[in-house]
């Protein structure tokens, strides 16, 4: 019952931008942290950006200065704002949905594709 659904992803020239959008249903979005997560090929999937119930954000250091993560708990959505694409960026994409405290619940979109390429 629970749905985690990403969009947004497509292909992008190196020095680009691209949005991702995440939506989620069946969970108690306001006391979720949520985040982004990628993983390339041939390389082990990585935090990319979270986000707290009270807005703190984190980021992997690469992607820091380039990509901002939010969250707008009324229309039940996390989003990915990427600026100044590089190829390394190219991944796919996933939305995670993590309870943290109490029972440990956690749920995954399916993974939507970012390709940086000239």
């Known amino acids: 019952q629970v749905q985690v659904a990403e969009s947004g992803g497509g292909l992008v020239q190196p020095g680009g931008s691209l949005r991702l959008s995440c939506a989620a249903s069946?969970?108690?979005?306001?006391?979720?942290?949520m985040g982004w997560y990628r993983q390339a090929p041939g390389k082990q999937r990585e935090l990319v950006a979270t986000?707290?119930?009270?807005?703190?954000?984190d980021y992997a250091d690469s992607v820091k200065g380039r990509f901002t993560i939010s969250r707008d708990n009324a229309k039940r959505t996390v989003s990915l704002q990427m600026n100044s694409l590089k190829p390394e960026d190219t991944a796919v994409y996933y939305c995670?949905?993590?309870?943290?405290?109490?029972?440990?619940?956690?749920?995954w979109g399916q993974g939507t594709q970012v390709t940086v390429s000239s």
């Open positions: 995670n949905a993590n309870s943290r405290g109490g029972v440990l619940r956690d749920y």
């Open positions: 069946g969970i108690s979005f306001s006391i979720y942290v």
């Open positions: 986000i707290t119930t009270g807005d703190t954000t």
